[in-house]
Nanobody, 121 residues
Framework: QVQLVESGGGFVQPGGSLRLSCAAS????????MAWHRQAPGKQRELVAT???????TYADSVKGRFTISRDNAKNVVNLQMNSLEPEDTAVYYC???????????????WGQGTQVTVSS
């Protein structure tokens, strides 16, 4: 029905950069807010950044000034540019979309499968 496919995770040294992307596909009628969450080992999943359909953004305090979320509404893609990465950013990153499908015309939440980001020297 709906798939969220993430890409761009990997291994990087402290101070490095990575760019995550997530593409939503399927029976999509409309996409609302999109976001990135992350979950480190032994910790709860936390919200990293959000972006509304109009382009308004919010960030967790821990990533402000280092991460930038963006989206391409025509392609139903959300990106996360991560700069000045720190070991504390190591986690599985999950894409989130709030969208409406042609199937039932209801708003629902959808998650990607997660992509690993490891920051280490």
């Amino acid at each position: 029905q709906v798939q969220l496919v993430e890409s761009g995770g990997g291994f990087v040294q402290p101070g490095g950069s990575l760019r995550l992307s997530c593409a939503a596909s399927g029976s999509i009628f409309s996409v609302g807010a999109m976001a990135w969450h992350r979950q480190a080992p032994g910790k709860q999943r936390e919200l990293v950044a959000t972006i509304t359909s109009g382009g308004s953004t919010t960030y967790a305090d821990s990533v402000k000034g280092r991460f930038t979320i963006s989206r391409d509404n025509a392609k139903n893609v959300v990106n996360l540019q991560m700069n000045s990465l720190e070991p504390e950013d190591t986690a599985v990153y999950y894409c989130y979309c709030y969208l409406k499908t042609w199937v039932d015309m209801r708003w629902n939440s959808y998650w990607g499968q997660g992509t690993q980001v490891t920051v280490s020297s």
